[in-house]
């Protein structure tokens, strides 16, 4: 009978164990998506951001071919009221401010979006915003923020990699500069 038992308790331990050992496969599993959020594993190297009813889709830094300017490039949906983009800033390093200590380079484009409007900005065919960077503040590969400012909707940024001007991003690109290195 005492042999019955023990064989009994064995087997209880080993549910025991067993449910242990799920239970600490599980938390792993849970630790490992809580410490990796969709955010952070992007596959992508472009940025989108909303204000209400206004979507900044697929924003993208593009360096010209001489490094001394940068090329955005965005979709633009607005599905409300029509607003103006009135400034974008681009700056080096990520939005906490990380990586980046230098002036942010900006630009004035006054850009009417109307009212239920689609506005691909950069490319051929469409309106280009162009940062100049003389002193090559931005540089390809590099993360930076980038700051919309909507009249009418608000203020919104996105983080994006900086782009080379190489394959099918050339068409985006700024022009080259004519000016001298510093």
Do not use: W
Request: net charge positive; hydrophobic share 45%.
């Amino acid at each position: 009978m005492a042999g019955l038992a023990v064989e009994h308790l064995r087997a209880a331990c080993r549910c025991a164990v067993a449910a242990v050992n799920v239970a600490l496969s599980m938390l792993l599993l849970v630790g490992c998506a809580a410490l990796n959020p969709p955010e952070v594993n992007r596959a992508h190297n472009y940025g989108d951001a909303s204000i209400g009813d206004l979507h900044v889709r697929g924003v993208r830094a593009v360096k010209s071919a001489d490094d001394r300017a940068v090329g955005l490039v965005a979709t633009i949906v607005n599905s409300g009221p029509p607003v103006v983009l009135s400034q974008v800033t681009v700056k080096a390093g990520n939005a906490n401010g990380s990586g980046g200590t230098v002036a942010p380079l900006s630009a004035e484009p006054n850009l009417s979006i109307a009212a239920e409007a689609v506005v691909r900005v950069g490319g051929p065919g469409a309106p280009r915003i162009h940062l100049p960077d003389p002193q090559r503040r931005l540089r390809a590969g590099r993360v930076a923020t980038v700051t919309l400012s909507f009249t009418g909707a608000g203020v919104t940024a996105v983080e994006v990699i900086v782009e080379e001007p190489e394959a099918y991003l050339a068409p985006y690109a700024p022009p080259p500069t004519t000016g001298r290195a510093p």
